[in-house]
């Protein structure tokens, strides 16, 4: 082969599966279609077409009323892949580790008010379950999303909501060393049986229940994520800041960015989608509406007994701060008025 020719070859190099003309990105490079098996038209597995797990993802994938002609058009505005995100999560985990050392140094557990400590009991810990459940509903929409840009952000969603059980489970640990008359740990009970907790455990359990993986990603993270983030990280930093809880107010707060992240790719998601089809607007506005009244009640009851007199969690005021997140995310894709 001549040198001449040997060039041209060189610069001919491409991407069987990627049809842009140009060369990918890192990110575009790890993430491009990888899912052999969504192939709309076909069976997705290599099994019988008429076998549970293709019946499965035929009919709730496939054909979900959420359609789009090239979901791959699909990117992370994070642009997030395992090396990044560890990079981004490690970073956080040091700050939070370094807020911990300081306040364990300074025996801030010891010193928190009685109240607060109670209002921890009965509105904080049993979070963990709750936290659970939104984990679970991340990795069902990581495993059914007809994508694997799609699949690898619900991913890291979900390394986001074990993150927040992680960090819970620690607190709840902390605050039982220190107060062990008061049954921190025990949780389950408070989350199964106190009348707080009921209206989201329901709430929480009918979207583990869903199948269409449209709808799961619709309500999750345009309804439920949005409002339980804004409660159970803004508001709970805001209330534990009041009663002096420094570690519980920064470590929600840091949190808090999680929640960001999970807009900013939920929303460019849901544009991909609309501006393919734009009929998938009224679908996703049927479903968030759908879900956005009894989400809103729900985490108005379980925020509470977070009430104390340093900062009035007042359910009105609660309700507001909830209404306004759920309609923040749908305002980013043009749907107005949801919630």
């Given amino acids: 082969m001549t040198p001449e020719a040997a060039a041209a070859t060189r610069?001919?190099?491409?991407?069987?599966?990627?049809?842009?003309r140009r060369a990918p990105t890192e990110y575009e490079?790890?993430?491009h279609d990888l899912h052999w098996h969504y192939k709309p038209g076909q069976t997705p597995w290599e099994m019988s077409p008429d076998h549970v797990w293709n019946r499965w993802y035929i009919e709730y994938r496939n054909e979900s009323p959420l359609t789009c002609s090239d979901w791959n058009r699909f990117r992370d505005p994070d642009a997030l892949v395992y090396r990044t995100y560890v990079r981004l999560q490690d970073e956080a985990e040091t700050y939070i580790d370094g807020a911990i050392k300081d306040c364990e140094r300074r025996d801030c557990y010891a010193r928190l008010p009685g109240v607060w400590v109670t209002a921890l009991q009965q509105g904080y810990t049993p979070f963990r379950y709750a936290g659970h459940a939104l984990l679970m509903s991340a990795t069902y929409?990581?495993?059914?999303?007809p994508s694997s840009y799609i699949s690898n952000a619900a991913a890291f969603q979900a390394g986001d909501e074990l993150r927040r059980i992680q960090r819970i489970a620690y607190q709840t640990c902390q605050l039982g060393r220190h107060y062990p008359a008061m049954g921190f740990g025990d949780d389950r009970g408070r989350w199964e049986e106190g009348a707080s907790w009921q209206p989201l455990r329901e709430v929480l359990e009918r979207l583990l229940g869903e199948r269409d993986w449209g709808k799961v990603f619709a309500q999750l993270n345009f309804v439920v994520k949005p409002a339980v983030d804004a409660v159970f990280n803004d508001r709970l930093a805001a209330a534990a800041a009041a009663s002096g809880d420094d570690l519980t107010a920064l470590m929600h707060r840091n949190l808090q960015l999680d929640s960001a992240r999970s807009g900013r790719w939920s929303a460019a998601l849901a544009r991909v989608a609309v501006q393919d089809t734009p009929g998938n607007?009224?679908?996703l506005r049927r479903w968030i509406g759908e879900a956005a009244p009894a989400?809103?009640?729900?985490v108005v009851a379980a925020s509470a007994p977070l009430n104390t007199p340093a900062l009035a969690l007042a359910p009105d005021e609660t309700r507001q701060v909830v209404t306004e997140a759920i309609q923040a995310g749908a305002g980013e894709i043009g749907l107005a008025a949801v919630a």
């Fill in 141 to 145: 929409l990581m495993s059914m999303a």
């Fill in 29 to 31: 490079f790890v993430s």
């Fill in 281 to 283: 607007a009224e679908v």
């Fill in 11 to 20: 610069r001919r190099r491409t991407w069987s599966r990627y049809a842009e």
């Fill in 295 to 298: 989400v809103t009640d729900a």
